[in-house]
């Protein structure tokens, strides 16, 4: 068998030939890789160029080569066949005289066992053809071939290796020879070995998490009086879990099973320039507490609760990040690292307080008892599910006060931007949803516990959708109701002004919950909710929020409920800028929450002047509630604006308390504004009343005062003691005509007409009436 090039010269000009092309041959190349218009083919190890003129006759423009130039001495006998002779090692030449725009056919006839790198040559060959082109691999088969002539044959294994680089492998029979037709080159694969192990140059810990039956998380104080969790560095050969398990039971004598230890994710930062990697393992059962097996180095043991961790005096900083991936916000101000959580399925982990069980059922009964929770799914639900887990920094008391929102994030202001709400204003809304089982509810603005109130009551086939623009309120939520909550919650990262089309059910929401303070209400929650299903959201009207409960009808929603409150402001896409002047030196600020600011010219003189005082007439109680008088002066009165005391100091001018407002009306350079003062004392709020009195500055103030004083009149006349107004939302754009009679505010997105009863009482219905229009 030759294997260089001198033998196979010597061989072609010695005239030696080789096994001629056959019948079946001819007849599986004519049927399976017939010529197409203008088709190349590429003939690879020609020989003396049978099968070359024979693709040539088949209607192939042919160029074929070999190493052996006495081969194509042999073979360039027939000048006028469209072949183009080219003398090339395949393996080693540059390929360049090749036809650089490919091939439709190229051949390997009893030449590719002896080649050195088949594979290399494989994926060389394959990159040059064309889209259908096709490899044909003609070769003799080593079970049919005498063991000293085995170098020219492939066996089973190595047609089944080049077979298997194409996505099309087809095998024929000719004459005891396979015939490969190949097409659709795969991808190469990756090849995995072992590299030299380098020199150790970083840390990886592993960190075991686990809490006991009453919620709190298995702490030890070391020798070097720093609390740490448990854990220690992986031994050769184990897994993270494994890690976890075994650490835990050596330093603290708590014994787990690795089928309960899950990895959450991984922290990365540095030490004295050391690169350091902590895994944090989430260990959601244990058995029992022993004594640890390898005591030494590891102290005093101790369970803590979750909100008394921020109190320790040492924490080590790779303990605190994995504290704040299980429980993100548990700690203040943890060391910054990259983190790389893990898409885990850990199970939800059980465990509670007596003293949380008591204080969620006192909790509970002070809601209903308030009237805010009157139906039994929502009661079932305040005393389900564990409102002090999704407050896991704050203690006991804090997290069930009834009427405590608790602050879970803090801007660098340290303003709040994310709360848990007051459990009553929770359950309120919660009610205002009509939910049942198996439904699916939109909620804006996450945090975890709400949507799990939800969750409970729309039940095991129910679902929640939660989104947040904010990635760590998001993150906390994840966690949380991974730690404690249903399965049912589902929080995303968004603006929740888009909503959630792509998990909106076939014929939208069932119900959609708003938990933040709006200015406007998104088309997305008029559009993905369902007709004659409700939408509850905290609204702004002139800087005056009601967490308003609106009924779809069509595009029209219509309020169906009001409740008293006040949320976080809206930080997304969405966000409004209230537009202020500054008056007086900056001592007062006139705002226009829901207008265009009005001409202000000449205001700081008018402030410089008397001021008009109006008596209402118009009393109420210490605990009396006048918040329809609000909305009915902010819906009702042309240039309606907010008068605000914004600093410490007061010149005397306006009699406002400090860092308070005032509802304000301004016209023609002049203002008037509401304020109320003590007219009867008493020991209890029943006895005691003030009245409401307008003040008025400048020339048109007198006037206005009067206007201020009338509205608060025609209020307490036909408004008092009746509720609020009805409500309708249109979309923008609706025309006046097609607008219901009413008091209409424009807001971007929506018109909001207001119908009050003074409207009608005494006069005809009132046309459609703009008393502010949007900016």
């Known amino acids: 068998m030759f294997t260089t090039q001198d033998e196979w010269n010597r061989g072609y000009a010695e005239g030696r030939r080789y096994r001629p092309l056959n019948d079946d041959e001819r007849s599986l190349l004519a049927g399976q890789v017939p010529a197409p218009s203008a088709g190349r083919a590429l003939d690879v190890g020609c020989g003396a160029g049978e099968l070359a003129l024979h693709l040539a006759s088949m209607g192939y423009t042919v160029d074929a080569l070999d190493w052996a130039d006495s081969a194509l001495t042999a073979a360039d006998t027939h000048p006028e066949a469209s072949v183009r002779w080219l003398q090339l090692n395949i393996e080693r030449d540059n390929l360049k005289p090749l036809d650089p725009g490919g091939y439709d056919l190229i051949t390997l006839r009893m030449v590719y066992a002896f080649m050195r790198d088949r594979t290399r040559l494989t994926r060389t060959l394959g990159q040059r053809l064309r889209k259908n082109g096709a490899l044909v691999v003609i070769t003799p088969l080593a079970a049919t071939t005498p063991a000293e002539r085995r170098g020219i044959a492939l066996d089973e294994d190595e047609i089944a290796h080049l077979m298997s680089m194409w996505d099309q492998a087809q095998r024929f029979a000719a004459n005891g020879m396979a015939v490969l037709v190949l097409r659709g080159l795969k991808k190469a694969a990756v090849q995995i070995t072992h590299a030299p192990c380098p020199q150790p140059s970083s840390v990886t810990g592993v960190h075991a998490v686990v809490t006991d039956t009453d919620g709190r998380v298995l702490l030890s104080r070391s020798v070097q009086q720093v609390w ?240 947040d623009l904010a990635s760590y309120v998001v993150r906390r939520t994840r966690r949380l109701t991974a730690e404690a909550g249903s399965g049912r919650v589902t929080a995303v990262l968004g603006s929740a002004t888009a909503g959630a089309v792509e998990h909106m059910p076939r014929g939208g929401f069932d119900a959609s919950v708003i938990t933040y303070n709006c200015w406007d209400i998104a088309r997305a929650w008029r559009d993905q909710l369902a007709d004659g299903r409700y939408l509850v959201l905290p609204l702004e009207v002139h800087d005056y929020t009601r967490a308003i409960t609106f009924q779809k009808h069509g595009q029209v929603l219509r309020a169906v409920g009001f409740t008293f409150c006040g949320f976080i402001r809206d930080r997304g896409p969405a966000a409004r800028a209230v537009p202020a002047v500054d008056l007086a030196d900056g001592e007062l600020q006139l705002r226009f929450p829901d207008g265009i600011p009005a001409n202000t010219a000449g205001l700081d003189d008018a402030l410089a002047g008397p001021r008009h005082e109006v008596a209402t007439g118009v009393t109420v109680a210490g605990n009396e509630s006048f918040e329809t008088l609000q909305l009915f002066l902010a819906t009702t009165l042309p240039g309606f604006c907010r008068l605000a005391r914004n600093r410490d100091r007061d010149s005397g001018i306006t009699a406002l308390p400090k860092r308070s407002d005032a509802a304000a009306i301004t016209a023609d350079g002049s203002l008037a504004y509401l304020t109320h003062a003590l007219v009867q004392d008493g020991p209890t709020p029943e006895q005691r009343r003030s009245e409401f009195l307008a003040h008025g500055f400048g020339p048109a103030g007198p006037a206005l005062a009067e206007q201020l004083a009338a509205a608060v009149g025609r209020w307490d006349l036909y408004e008092r003691g009746h509720g609020y107004p009805e409500l309708e939302v249109h979309p923008a754009g609706t025309s006046d005509a097609d607008l219901p009679a009413g008091h209409v505010l424009d807001k971007t997105h929506s018109r909001l007409v207001w119908t009050w009863r003074s409207d009608t009482a005494d006069a005809a219905a009132v046309r459609p009436e703009k008393v502010s229009t949007h900016d």
């Open 228 to 467: 740490d969790l448990p854990g220690g560095l992986a031994a050769p050969g184990e897994g993270f879990e494994q890690t976890a398990v075994r650490a835990l039971a050596e330093q603290t004598g708590v014994a787990a099973d690795p089928v309960d230890a899950h990895v959450l994710g991984l922290l990365l930062d540095a030490q004295d320039g050391v690169p350091r990697t902590s895994v944090v393992v989430r260990i959601t059962a244990h058995t029992r507490q022993g004594e640890p097996l390898k005591p030494d180095g590891f102290g005093h043991v101790d369970w803590r609760p979750l909100h008394a961790l921020r109190r320790l005096d040492r924490l080590s900083a790779t303990s605190a990040r994995a504290l704040d991936m299980v429980w993100p916000g548990v700690l203040p101000y943890v060391p910054s690292a990259h983190a790389y959580p893990v898409d885990s399925t850990c199970p939800p982990v059980s465990g509670e307080s007596p003293e949380a069980i008591e204080r969620r059922e006192q909790m509970t009964a002070r809601v209903i008892a308030g009237g805010w929770a009157p139906s039994l799914p929502v009661q079932q639900a305040l005393r389900s599910v564990p409102r002090h887990r999704y407050t896991p920094e704050s203690p006991l008391r804090t997290a069930y006060h009834s009427n405590l929102a608790v602050v879970t994030e803090h801007d660098e202001r340290a303003r709040a931007t994310s709360s848990v709400s007051a459990a009553w204003l929770q359950a309120d809304m919660v009610e205002h949803l009509h939910l049942a089982e198996g439904m699916t509810v939109f909620e804006g603005g996450s945090g975890g516990y709400n949507a799990e109130l939800i969750a409970d009551v729309v039940g095991p086939t129910g679902r929640v959708i939660s989104v």
